[in-house]
């Protein structure tokens, strides 16, 4: 099992960055995923997950508006899309797969990546 996740970086407060995680070793389509973040000294925060297919999806309050999470089944891929960033969305970014169904935000999860690190500068 290997969740690849990538497409951080650094980027001005305002900006934009698209993470992509591709999966493997997992059938893809029958997992929620889900993305967590992990700033410097502070615990794993929730941000967004989906359902099995894209038409369920939660978001974390300080990023609902600004961030758009979305799956492509096709290509074993989930998305993060990142608009008007802000300097406290810092952290590291990490996608994670679970067999349990999408019913509200949760950090459970049965596989995680690896974390891709994205730093906004004010």
């Given at each position: 099992v290997q969740l690849q996740a990538s497409g951080g970086g650094l980027v001005q407060a305002g900006g934009s960055l698209r993470l992509s995680c591709?999966?493997?070793?997992?059938?893809?389509?029958?997992?929620?995923?889900?993305?967590?973040?992990?700033a410097p000294g502070k615990e794993r925060e929730f941000v967004a997950n989906i359902g099995r297919t894209e038409m369920i999806t939660y978001y974390a309050v300080s990023v609902k508006g600004?961030?758009?999470?979305?799956r492509d089944n096709s290509k074993n891929t989930v998305y993060l899309q990142m608009n008007s960033l802000k300097p406290e969305d810092t952290a590291v970014y990490?996608?994670?797969?679970?067999?349990?169904p999408v019913v509200g935000p949760s950090t459970n999860a049965d596989?995680?990546?690896?974390?891709?690190?994205?730093?906004?500068?004010?």
């Open positions: 591709t999966a493997s070793g997992f059938t893809f389509s029958k997992f929620g995923m889900s993305w967590v973040r992990q600004r961030f758009a999470i979305s990490y996608c994670a797969a679970s067999t349990r596989y995680w990546g690896q974390g891709t690190l994205v730093t906004v500068s004010s």
